[in-house]
């Protein structure tokens, strides 16, 4: 009687929630479809119900009472991903049918957490027949991730300049570079602690005479405590300087490629695709160029140039001064008996901005691309254009975590592009801009933290070692060249890569100081990390576990 109420019941839902590998998923059973009773479920049954009054469908031989318990076994040792896939709720699907004649690009989490633009409501006159309002290749800005990074080596650089340095009891390190701009007569000023770098002016008719570090120190931030600050005189100090304070400047950018058929919900059907339709060739040379992995000499994004182990082919492209790479699932290497395709995965689920071309009407959803990294999707779904037969147009959606500040350029109003050129600067500009407000979500800016602390920390220690040393310090060793030292232009891997030089450069700072460290052996096999910070596996692995909320929390 109670599977009866149970089959009765219209537009119930069962809900659980699992953790897997890759974060957590929903699982939805629908009320309006007869649920598949499971062997467990039978056997459960068999089990409370009174033994005269034994189920029809459970046979009393040994035989199949056997075949019964290897099927629970077998279906209990299958794939974890069979037990974590997201199923697709075909009563959501019925509703968004009503918001027009097809179904939008994307479809929200059923746990919240992502913001979608433009929203669903505003998708009800999108046709490809609509007019289109864009915005002129002008508006297109591209956003600075540190608006003030260069400004040491704009500004200081090339004047007299002096820098200072100090331990404050509640800031932590601090370093003061101080320059006189004799022809403006001003004072320009960086101070350099754990949280941010301030930067200010100040006129000398503020001061009777010139006044100290401590004092300027204490004009820009007020919580300054420090009595005095160290004078640095170690000759190589401005590298040093320059490549903390542009470790966040970047060049280089690496997104992910997803190519979404009609009817394919899972993570699993989207990785899995290997054949590439003419339509989606024709939308990635929009993106760049097809690319020979072997032997090539740009930014290859973690990509294999020599073995062949990334597959053979990439989309690469240059646009207004940065390259890009493009991880493109379908050129990613395909395994056959990975329904994961973890060889995939590796790569896509690393990077935090991916791209999705669709082929039909089939909506992506929000969290079916379980990461913790991927934070943005830009969602690209080619619709045929009514006028004129034979051309297309491009639609456009995007979608990110909640705690992702919006970004521009603003999508046009209809969200549709007819000319290539002007989409391919759209869609260029908007997953650059995507990435550089990722970092501003929180997990990335707790990471982002850490790693700031930990290079100022190293930036204090060397500057003070090689100071003294300079001065002639009997007690301070010379130490060997630190790999702080590395110009912009080499230590401008990513966020990955400046990481891994925070930790890389904090052990070589201990060593500097004669500091002992536990488990040496251990720690710097482990730590040792290979100088192309996108070439190691291990090392982005191992900053995955380290970005991840469930252990930061």
């Not at 699932?329 to 790569?347: F, G, I, N, W």
Request: net charge negative; aromatic share 8%.
């Amino acid at each position: 009687m109670e599977r009866e109420k149970r089959n009765d019941m219209s537009f119930s839902r069962k809900r659980s929630f699992t953790f897997g590998a890759y974060g957590g998923v929903d699982r939805f059973t629908c009320g309006d479809e007869t649920r598949p009773e499971s062997v467990e479920d039978n056997i459960l049954e068999a089990l409370d119900s009174p033994t005269t009054g034994s189920k029809p469908f459970l046979s009393t031989t040994n035989n199949q009472r056997d075949a019964e318990l290897f099927e629970i076994i077998a279906k209990l040792q299958g794939s974890r991903i069979d037990e974590q896939r997201c199923e697709f709720p075909l009563p959501l699907k019925s509703q968004l049918l009503n918001i027009g004649a097809d179904l939008p690009l994307i479809l929200p989490s059923k746990l919240g957490g992502y913001w979608i633009d433009p929203p669903l409501e505003k998708l009800r006159d999108v046709s490809p027949t609509s007019s289109h309002h864009g915005l002129d290749l002008e508006s297109y800005d591209i956003m600075e991730r540190d608006g003030e990074a260069k400004i040491y080596h704009e500004f200081f650089r090339s004047r007299y300049h002096h820098s200072f340095i100090a331990v404050d009891s509640s800031l932590g390190p601090l370093v003061l570079s101080v320059c006189l701009e004799e022809e403006e007569n001003k004072l320009r000023v960086i101070l350099r602690m754990k949280e941010c770098s301030l930067h200010g002016t100040f006129s000398l008719s503020l001061f009777t005479n010139m006044p100290s570090a401590v004092e300027l120190a204490k004009r820009l931030c007020d919580k300054v405590t420090v009595s005095k600050f160290d004078v640095v005189s170690y000759l190589k100090a401005p590298d040093l300087i320059t490549a903390f304070d542009e470790h966040r400047v970047s060049s280089n950018f690496k997104f992910g490629v997803l190519y979404q058929k009609e009817g394919q919900f899972t993570e699993e059907d989207i990785l899995s695709n290997n054949e590439e339709s003419e339509k989606f060739r024709e939308f990635l040379s929009i993106l760049g160029d097809t690319i020979q992995l072997q032997g090539f000499t740009g930014f290859r994004g973690g990509l294999d140039v020599c073995h062949g182990q990334t597959g053979n082919e990439a989309v690469f492209t240059s646009f207004n001064g940065r390259e890009i790479m493009f991880h493109v699932a379908t050129k990613l290497p395909y395994t056959e008996a990975d329904s994961q395709q973890v060889r995939r995965k590796r790569h896509i689920g690393n990077d935090i901005v991916a791209l999705v071309f669709q082929e039909g009407q089939t909506p992506f959803l929000c969290d079916v691309i379980k990461s913790h990294f991927l934070h943005c999707f830009v969602v690209v779904r080619r619709v045929q254009r009514q006028e004129k037969e034979g051309e297309a147009a491009y639609q456009v959606s995007v979608t990110a975590r909640e705690d992702v500040p919006p970004f521009g350029p603003v999508i046009p109003d209809p969200p549709l592009f007819t000319n290539h050129l002007q989409l391919r600067e759209f869609l260029l500009t908007k997953l650059i801009n995507a990435e550089i407000a990722c970092y501003k979500a929180e997990q990335f800016s707790r990471l982002e933290l850490r790693t700031r602390s930990s290079l100022l920390e190293s930036l204090h220690n060397e500057l003070f070692t090689r100071s003294r040393c300079m001065m002639g310090d009997p007690s301070i060793a010379a130490a060997p060249p630190s790999e702080t030292t590395r110009g912009p232009s080499e230590g401008s891997g990513g966020f990955i890569e400046n990481f891994k030089r925070a930790i890389r450069v904090r052990s070589h700072s201990f060593e500097t100081l004669g500091v002992p460290r536990k488990n040496a052996g251990n720690s710097t096999q482990k730590l040792k990390v290979d100088k192309d910070a996108e070439s190691d596996s291990s090392g982005t692995a191992e900053l995955k576990d380290q970005a991840s909320p469930q252990e930061e929390t």
